[in-house]
Protein backbone atom coordinates (compact mmCIF):
# COMPACT_ATOMS: atom_id res chain seq x y z
CA UNK A 1 0.00 0.00 0.00
CA UNK A 2 1.33 3.28 -0.88
CA UNK A 3 0.47 6.01 1.32
CA UNK A 4 -0.59 9.67 0.13
CA UNK A 5 -0.76 12.97 2.04
CA UNK A 6 -1.64 15.93 0.28
CA UNK A 7 -0.57 19.39 0.71
CA UNK A 8 -3.00 22.69 -0.35
CA UNK A 9 -6.72 21.89 -1.43
CA UNK A 10 -5.68 21.94 -5.26
CA UNK A 11 -4.14 18.67 -4.45
CA UNK A 12 -7.88 17.17 -4.67
CA UNK A 13 -7.59 17.62 -8.27
CA UNK A 14 -5.41 13.88 -8.04
CA UNK A 15 -8.56 12.46 -5.98
CA UNK A 16 -10.39 11.10 -8.97
CA UNK A 17 -7.37 9.67 -10.51
CA UNK A 18 -5.30 8.44 -7.16
CA UNK A 19 -8.87 6.74 -6.36
CA UNK A 20 -8.64 4.56 -9.35
CA UNK A 21 -5.18 2.82 -8.33
CA UNK A 22 -5.23 -0.42 -6.39
CA UNK A 23 -3.18 -0.45 -3.23
CA UNK A 24 -3.01 3.59 -3.06
CA UNK A 25 -4.07 5.21 0.13
CA UNK A 26 -4.81 8.96 0.64
CA UNK A 27 -4.02 8.50 4.07
CA UNK A 28 -3.04 12.94 4.97
CA UNK A 29 -4.17 15.94 4.00
CA UNK A 30 -2.68 19.61 5.16
CA UNK A 31 -3.50 22.95 4.78
CA UNK A 32 -3.19 25.73 6.91
CA UNK A 33 -6.25 26.80 6.42
CA UNK A 34 -8.50 24.96 8.76
CA UNK A 35 -11.86 25.60 7.23
CA UNK A 36 -10.84 24.35 3.40
CA UNK A 37 -8.77 21.25 5.40
CA UNK A 38 -12.02 19.99 6.90
CA UNK A 39 -13.65 20.65 3.72
CA UNK A 40 -10.97 18.98 1.58
CA UNK A 41 -10.72 15.93 4.82
CA UNK A 42 -14.51 15.32 3.88
CA UNK A 43 -14.73 15.23 0.23
CA UNK A 44 -11.64 12.68 0.77
CA UNK A 45 -13.59 10.87 2.94
CA UNK A 46 -12.52 7.68 4.68
CA UNK A 47 -9.79 7.41 7.77
CA UNK A 48 -7.64 10.67 7.12
CA UNK A 49 -5.23 12.34 8.91
CA UNK A 50 -5.45 16.59 9.38
CA UNK A 51 -2.71 18.56 9.78
CA UNK A 52 -1.85 22.19 9.48
CA UNK A 53 1.81 22.50 9.58
CA UNK A 54 2.92 20.34 6.74
CA UNK A 55 6.39 19.73 8.93
CA UNK A 56 4.08 17.49 11.10
CA UNK A 57 2.41 15.82 7.90
CA UNK A 58 5.74 14.50 6.74
CA UNK A 59 6.70 13.14 9.99
CA UNK A 60 4.16 10.79 9.99
CA UNK A 61 4.24 7.57 7.90
CA UNK A 62 2.85 8.39 4.77
CA UNK A 63 5.24 7.24 1.60
CA UNK A 64 4.60 10.14 -0.62
CA UNK A 65 3.13 13.75 -0.77
CA UNK A 66 1.49 15.58 -3.53
CA UNK A 67 2.71 19.36 -2.78
CA UNK A 68 -0.26 21.67 -3.93
CA UNK A 69 0.63 24.92 -2.24
CA UNK A 70 1.39 28.09 -3.40
CA UNK A 71 4.39 28.27 -5.68
CA UNK A 72 6.70 29.95 -3.10
CA UNK A 73 6.26 26.74 -0.76
CA UNK A 74 7.08 24.35 -3.88
CA UNK A 75 10.74 24.00 -3.25
CA UNK A 76 11.06 24.33 0.63
CA UNK A 77 8.39 21.46 0.97
CA UNK A 78 9.75 19.57 -1.52
CA UNK A 79 13.07 19.32 0.38
CA UNK A 80 11.99 18.69 3.25
CA UNK A 81 9.34 15.47 2.10
CA UNK A 82 12.99 14.16 0.57
CA UNK A 83 14.94 14.73 3.25
CA UNK A 84 12.46 13.08 5.48
CA UNK A 85 12.42 10.21 2.56
CA UNK A 86 8.81 11.09 0.98
CA UNK A 87 8.53 11.06 -2.96
CA UNK A 88 7.30 14.18 -4.32
CA UNK A 89 4.96 15.30 -7.07
CA UNK A 90 4.93 19.33 -7.16
CA UNK A 91 2.67 21.34 -8.37
CA UNK A 92 3.85 24.13 -11.03
CA UNK A 93 5.89 26.06 -10.88
CA UNK A 94 9.03 24.32 -9.71
CA UNK A 95 10.27 26.76 -7.85
CA UNK A 96 10.48 30.93 -7.70
CA UNK A 97 14.27 31.44 -7.88
CA UNK A 98 17.38 29.83 -9.81
CA UNK A 99 18.93 29.08 -6.55
CA UNK A 100 16.19 27.26 -5.34
CA UNK A 101 16.13 25.25 -8.55
CA UNK A 102 19.88 24.44 -7.94
CA UNK A 103 19.16 23.41 -4.59
CA UNK A 104 16.24 21.14 -5.59
CA UNK A 105 18.16 18.88 -8.04
CA UNK A 106 20.92 18.64 -5.35
CA UNK A 107 18.29 17.74 -2.75
CA UNK A 108 16.46 15.13 -5.33
CA UNK A 109 20.11 13.85 -6.48
CA UNK A 110 20.89 12.91 -3.02
CA UNK A 111 18.61 11.47 -1.46
CA UNK A 112 17.41 9.23 -4.48
CA UNK A 113 13.34 9.80 -3.91
CA UNK A 114 11.24 9.90 -6.97
CA UNK A 115 10.60 13.69 -7.93
CA UNK A 116 8.06 14.38 -10.66
CA UNK A 117 6.87 17.25 -11.95
CA UNK A 118 3.12 18.11 -12.21
CA UNK A 119 2.65 19.83 -15.55
CA UNK A 120 -0.74 18.37 -16.08
CA UNK A 121 -0.92 19.84 -19.42
CA UNK A 122 1.08 17.60 -20.78
CA UNK A 123 -1.35 14.79 -20.19
CA UNK A 124 -3.90 16.55 -22.77
CA UNK A 125 -4.92 13.88 -25.05
CA UNK A 126 -4.07 15.72 -27.89
CA UNK A 127 -0.74 17.07 -26.69
CA UNK A 128 0.24 13.17 -26.20
CA UNK A 129 -1.67 12.54 -29.88
CA UNK A 130 0.70 14.66 -31.56
CA UNK A 131 3.79 13.62 -30.02
CA UNK A 132 2.96 10.05 -31.29
CA UNK A 133 2.88 11.85 -34.88
CA UNK A 134 5.64 13.49 -34.26
CA UNK A 135 7.48 10.47 -32.75
CA UNK A 136 5.80 8.66 -35.99
CA UNK A 137 7.42 11.09 -38.77
CA UNK A 138 4.19 12.41 -39.84
CA UNK A 139 5.04 16.16 -39.58
CA UNK A 140 8.72 15.85 -40.82
CA UNK A 141 11.52 17.30 -38.91
CA UNK A 142 10.15 19.63 -36.35
CA UNK A 143 11.67 23.27 -36.18
CA UNK A 144 9.04 25.52 -34.61
CA UNK A 145 6.35 25.79 -32.44
CA UNK A 146 4.27 28.28 -30.32
CA UNK A 147 2.30 27.95 -27.30
CA UNK A 148 0.16 30.28 -25.20
CA UNK A 149 -1.55 30.70 -22.40
CA UNK A 150 -4.19 33.53 -22.32
CA UNK A 151 -5.89 33.55 -18.87
CA UNK A 152 -6.75 36.84 -16.95
CA UNK A 153 -6.19 36.17 -13.27
CA UNK A 154 -7.48 39.68 -11.95
CA UNK A 155 -10.40 37.56 -9.35
CA UNK A 156 -8.00 35.70 -7.50
CA UNK A 157 -5.39 38.40 -6.38
CA UNK A 158 -7.72 38.87 -3.37
CA UNK A 159 -9.34 36.07 -1.14
CA UNK A 160 -13.18 35.76 -0.39
CA UNK A 161 -11.38 36.67 3.18
CA UNK A 162 -10.43 40.40 1.89
CA UNK A 163 -6.20 39.43 2.46
CA UNK A 164 -4.30 39.38 -0.47
CA UNK A 165 -3.27 36.15 -2.07
CA UNK A 166 0.31 34.87 -2.78
CA UNK A 167 -0.46 35.39 -6.87
CA UNK A 168 -0.27 39.32 -6.02
CA UNK A 169 3.47 38.83 -5.53
CA UNK A 170 4.55 35.44 -6.46
CA UNK A 171 2.69 35.69 -10.24
CA UNK A 172 1.39 39.38 -10.96
CA UNK A 173 4.14 41.68 -8.73
CA UNK A 174 7.12 40.50 -10.85
CA UNK A 175 8.39 41.33 -14.45
CA UNK A 176 8.30 38.74 -17.34
CA UNK A 177 6.73 35.38 -17.83
CA UNK A 178 5.77 33.88 -14.29
CA UNK A 179 3.85 30.86 -15.88
CA UNK A 180 5.71 29.93 -18.61
CA UNK A 181 5.18 25.66 -17.88
CA UNK A 182 1.85 24.99 -19.27
CA UNK A 183 2.90 25.96 -22.46
CA UNK A 184 7.04 25.27 -22.66
CA UNK A 185 6.43 21.59 -20.82
CA UNK A 186 3.36 20.79 -23.99
CA UNK A 187 5.52 21.89 -26.76
CA UNK A 188 8.46 20.32 -25.67
CA UNK A 189 6.66 17.13 -25.91
CA UNK A 190 7.54 17.16 -29.77
CA UNK A 191 11.21 18.08 -30.21
CA UNK A 192 12.30 14.93 -28.41
CA UNK A 193 15.48 14.78 -26.77
CA UNK A 194 15.66 18.97 -27.21
CA UNK A 195 17.16 20.89 -24.18
CA UNK A 196 16.31 24.52 -24.12
CA UNK A 197 19.33 26.54 -24.46
CA UNK A 198 19.03 30.04 -24.18
CA UNK A 199 16.08 32.52 -23.93
CA UNK A 200 14.88 36.13 -24.75
CA UNK A 201 11.52 38.18 -23.54
CA UNK A 202 9.61 40.66 -24.99
CA UNK A 203 6.68 43.20 -23.65
CA UNK A 204 4.44 45.23 -24.53
CA UNK A 205 3.97 47.65 -21.58
CA UNK A 206 2.15 47.53 -18.39
CA UNK A 207 -1.37 48.63 -18.90
CA UNK A 208 -3.18 47.37 -15.75
CA UNK A 209 -4.16 49.46 -13.50
CA UNK A 210 -4.17 47.55 -9.95
CA UNK A 211 -1.13 48.59 -9.28
CA UNK A 212 0.68 45.01 -9.94
CA UNK A 213 4.05 44.75 -12.24
CA UNK A 214 3.01 42.37 -14.62
CA UNK A 215 3.42 42.59 -18.02
CA UNK A 216 0.46 43.07 -19.93
CA UNK A 217 1.44 39.95 -21.79
CA UNK A 218 4.91 38.40 -22.59
CA UNK A 219 6.10 36.65 -25.36
CA UNK A 220 9.30 34.69 -24.18
CA UNK A 221 11.38 33.10 -27.53
CA UNK A 222 13.39 29.94 -26.65
CA UNK A 223 15.96 28.59 -28.80
CA UNK A 224 16.73 24.88 -28.20
CA UNK A 225 20.91 23.43 -28.70
CA UNK A 226 20.01 22.09 -32.36
CA UNK A 227 18.40 25.55 -32.77
CA UNK A 228 14.81 24.83 -33.27
CA UNK A 229 12.43 27.75 -32.28
CA UNK A 230 9.76 27.89 -29.40
CA UNK A 231 7.30 31.03 -29.09
CA UNK A 232 5.92 31.38 -25.79
CA UNK A 233 3.39 33.66 -24.63
CA UNK A 234 1.84 34.35 -21.49
CA UNK A 235 -0.96 37.10 -20.33
CA UNK A 236 -2.65 36.76 -17.31
CA UNK A 237 -3.44 40.73 -17.27
CA UNK A 238 -5.78 41.71 -20.09
CA UNK A 239 -9.40 41.55 -20.42
CA UNK A 240 -10.09 39.00 -22.53
CA UNK A 241 -11.80 35.17 -22.77
CA UNK A 242 -10.06 32.18 -21.22
CA UNK A 243 -7.86 30.23 -24.21
CA UNK A 244 -5.19 28.39 -22.20
CA UNK A 245 -4.14 25.96 -24.72
CA UNK A 246 -3.19 27.31 -27.94
CA UNK A 247 -0.24 25.61 -29.81
CA UNK A 248 0.80 25.61 -32.94
CA UNK A 249 3.47 23.71 -34.50
CA UNK A 250 5.48 23.40 -37.69
CA UNK A 251 7.41 20.54 -39.71
CA UNK A 252 9.32 19.78 -42.61
CA UNK A 253 5.65 17.95 -44.15
CA UNK A 254 3.14 19.59 -41.98
CA UNK A 255 1.48 21.76 -39.23
CA UNK A 256 -0.57 21.62 -36.32
CA UNK A 257 -2.74 24.09 -35.07
CA UNK A 258 -5.20 24.52 -31.72
CA UNK A 259 -6.76 27.94 -30.92
CA UNK A 260 -8.96 26.46 -28.24
CA UNK A 261 -12.03 28.27 -28.69
CA UNK A 262 -15.27 26.39 -27.74
CA UNK A 263 -16.56 26.63 -31.91
CA UNK A 264 -13.01 25.74 -33.27
CA UNK A 265 -11.56 22.42 -33.84
CA UNK A 266 -7.84 21.35 -33.65
CA UNK A 267 -6.75 21.04 -37.10
CA UNK A 268 -3.55 19.53 -38.97
CA UNK A 269 -2.23 19.50 -42.49
CA UNK A 270 0.64 17.75 -44.18
CA UNK A 271 1.75 17.35 -47.87
CA UNK A 272 0.52 14.04 -48.98
CA UNK A 273 -0.43 12.66 -52.44
CA UNK A 274 -3.75 14.15 -52.37
CA UNK A 275 -2.71 17.22 -51.03
CA UNK A 276 0.46 18.69 -53.18
CA UNK A 277 2.56 21.65 -51.34
CA UNK A 278 0.51 24.38 -53.11
CA UNK A 279 -2.85 22.57 -52.75
CA UNK A 280 -2.57 21.73 -49.00
CA UNK A 281 -5.82 21.92 -47.01
CA UNK A 282 -6.61 22.00 -43.33
CA UNK A 283 -8.39 18.40 -41.88
CA UNK A 284 -9.36 17.89 -38.35
CA UNK A 285 -7.32 16.08 -36.24
CA UNK A 286 -9.95 14.09 -34.81
CA UNK A 287 -9.61 11.86 -37.95
CA UNK A 288 -6.13 11.30 -36.82
CA UNK A 289 -7.21 9.06 -33.66
CA UNK A 290 -5.31 5.73 -35.05
CA UNK A 291 -2.03 8.48 -33.53
CA UNK A 292 -3.66 8.56 -29.97
CA UNK A 293 -1.42 6.61 -27.70
CA UNK A 294 -3.12 3.24 -26.40
CA UNK A 295 -3.87 4.43 -22.84
CA UNK A 296 -5.77 7.14 -23.49
CA UNK A 297 -7.96 4.72 -26.57
CA UNK A 298 -8.53 1.67 -23.82
CA UNK A 299 -9.04 4.16 -21.20
CA UNK A 300 -11.76 2.92 -19.01
CA UNK A 301 -14.92 4.84 -17.37
CA UNK A 302 -13.03 5.50 -14.07
CA UNK A 303 -9.67 6.67 -16.00
CA UNK A 304 -11.86 8.97 -18.09
CA UNK A 305 -13.79 9.92 -14.74
CA UNK A 306 -10.63 11.63 -13.52
CA UNK A 307 -10.76 14.52 -15.64
CA UNK A 308 -9.10 15.34 -19.35
CA UNK A 309 -10.57 11.98 -21.21
CA UNK A 310 -8.05 10.34 -18.71
CA UNK A 311 -5.40 13.10 -18.48
CA UNK A 312 -5.66 13.48 -14.73
CA UNK A 313 -5.83 10.15 -14.14
CA UNK A 314 -2.39 8.89 -16.31
CA UNK A 315 -0.43 11.93 -14.81
CA UNK A 316 -0.86 10.17 -11.06
CA UNK A 317 -0.49 6.84 -12.45
CA UNK A 318 3.07 7.61 -13.85
CA UNK A 319 3.74 9.07 -10.47
CA UNK A 320 2.41 6.29 -8.53
CA UNK A 321 4.41 3.76 -11.37
CA UNK A 322 7.67 5.88 -11.08
CA UNK A 323 7.47 4.79 -7.19
CA UNK A 324 6.77 0.95 -7.56
CA UNK A 325 9.83 0.81 -10.10
CA UNK A 326 12.02 3.36 -7.91
CA UNK A 327 12.92 5.20 -11.49
CA UNK A 328 12.64 8.50 -11.92
CA UNK A 329 9.33 9.85 -14.05
CA UNK A 330 9.79 10.75 -17.78
CA UNK A 331 8.73 14.23 -16.05
CA UNK A 332 11.82 14.35 -13.82
CA UNK A 333 13.56 17.44 -12.01
CA UNK A 334 15.80 18.24 -14.70
CA UNK A 335 12.73 19.37 -16.84
CA UNK A 336 10.88 20.60 -13.89
CA UNK A 337 13.77 23.07 -13.35
CA UNK A 338 14.89 23.68 -17.04
CA UNK A 339 11.11 25.02 -18.08
CA UNK A 340 10.41 26.71 -15.10
CA UNK A 341 13.81 28.73 -15.55
CA UNK A 342 12.82 29.84 -18.93
CA UNK A 343 10.01 32.20 -16.62
CA UNK A 344 12.41 33.21 -14.29
CA UNK A 345 14.99 34.30 -16.85
CA UNK A 346 12.85 35.98 -18.40
CA UNK A 347 12.11 38.45 -16.03
CA UNK A 348 15.79 39.48 -16.34
CA UNK A 349 15.54 39.51 -20.18
CA UNK A 350 12.90 41.57 -19.96
CA UNK A 351 13.97 43.92 -17.85
CA UNK A 352 17.25 44.03 -19.68
CA UNK A 353 16.31 45.37 -23.09
CA UNK A 354 15.17 41.57 -23.73
CA UNK A 355 18.81 40.48 -23.37
CA UNK A 356 19.36 36.79 -24.71
CA UNK A 357 19.99 34.95 -21.31
CA UNK A 358 21.51 31.69 -21.28
CA UNK A 359 19.78 28.64 -19.58
CA UNK A 360 21.52 26.81 -16.89
CA UNK A 361 22.09 22.82 -17.25
CA UNK A 362 20.40 21.24 -14.95
CA UNK A 363 21.86 17.98 -15.48
CA UNK A 364 22.73 15.52 -12.88
CA UNK A 365 25.74 15.99 -10.65
CA UNK A 366 26.76 19.74 -12.61
CA UNK A 367 29.93 20.88 -10.87
CA UNK A 368 29.22 24.00 -8.62
CA UNK A 369 30.81 26.34 -10.52
CA UNK A 370 28.86 25.61 -13.42
CA UNK A 371 25.38 26.32 -11.16
CA UNK A 372 25.49 30.17 -12.05
CA UNK A 373 23.31 32.59 -14.62
CA UNK A 374 25.55 33.27 -17.72
CA UNK A 375 24.67 36.28 -20.04
N1 LIG B 1 -1.77 22.66 -12.79
C1 LIG B 1 -2.77 23.50 -12.87
O1 LIG B 1 -3.55 23.47 -13.81
C2 LIG B 1 -2.95 24.49 -11.76
C3 LIG B 1 -4.13 25.24 -11.63
C4 LIG B 1 -4.25 26.10 -10.53
C5 LIG B 1 -3.21 26.23 -9.63
N2 LIG B 1 -2.08 25.52 -9.81
C6 LIG B 1 -0.97 25.59 -8.85
O2 LIG B 1 -1.43 25.03 -7.63
C7 LIG B 1 -0.85 25.73 -6.53
C8 LIG B 1 -1.94 26.25 -5.61
O3 LIG B 1 -2.77 27.16 -6.33
P1 LIG B 1 -4.24 27.50 -5.81
O4 LIG B 1 -4.91 28.24 -6.88
O5 LIG B 1 -4.89 26.27 -5.27
O6 LIG B 1 -3.89 28.49 -4.58
P2 LIG B 1 -4.83 28.90 -3.39
O7 LIG B 1 -4.23 30.09 -2.77
O8 LIG B 1 -6.25 28.95 -3.82
O9 LIG B 1 -4.73 27.66 -2.38
C9 LIG B 1 -3.54 27.36 -1.74
C10 LIG B 1 -3.87 26.54 -0.49
O10 LIG B 1 -2.65 26.21 0.16
C11 LIG B 1 -2.78 26.51 1.55
N3 LIG B 1 -1.45 26.84 2.05
C12 LIG B 1 -0.74 27.97 1.85
N4 LIG B 1 0.47 27.89 2.43
C13 LIG B 1 0.53 26.65 2.99
C14 LIG B 1 1.52 25.97 3.74
N5 LIG B 1 2.70 26.53 3.99
N6 LIG B 1 1.24 24.73 4.18
C15 LIG B 1 0.05 24.15 3.94
N7 LIG B 1 -0.94 24.76 3.24
C16 LIG B 1 -0.69 25.99 2.77
C17 LIG B 1 -3.75 27.66 1.62
O11 LIG B 1 -4.39 27.71 2.88
C18 LIG B 1 -4.73 27.33 0.49
O12 LIG B 1 -5.79 26.51 0.92
C19 LIG B 1 0.01 26.82 -7.13
O13 LIG B 1 1.33 26.39 -7.18
C20 LIG B 1 -0.51 27.00 -8.55
O14 LIG B 1 0.51 27.43 -9.42
C21 LIG B 1 -1.94 24.64 -10.85
Given at each position: M?????????????L??L?A???V?IA???D?D???????????G?D??K????????????????IST??Q???P????A??????????V??G?T???L??L?E?????GK??M???N???????QQ????V??G??????????????????LF?????????????Q?G???N????H???P??Q????E????????????????G?????G????????T????Q???D??S??????D??H??G????F??????????R?S???????L??MK?Q????????M?D?Y?????????A?H?GGD??????F??A?R???Q?????Y?A?????????????V????????????????P?E??????
Open positions: IKIGIAGTRGLSTMGKIEDQAMCLEAHLNEAAEKIGIKYRVFDDMIESDIDAVIPMCHVQAIALEAGKHVMSETAVIDEFWTVVEKYIYYGEYIYDPRVIKEMKQVFGDTYYAEGMYLHNIGNVYPNGKTSWRSFWCIRGFYPTSVGVMWFPGRITEISTYSPGIYNELLKQDSTTTMCKTAGKLLIRVCMPRPHCMYYLQTKGCNSRSHKDDIDVFIGEDSPHEWKLDNFEIYPRKNATQEQKAGNFFIVEDINIDNKPELDVKCEWTAVGLLSSLSTNGSRTMQMPDFRKNMVEKRITL
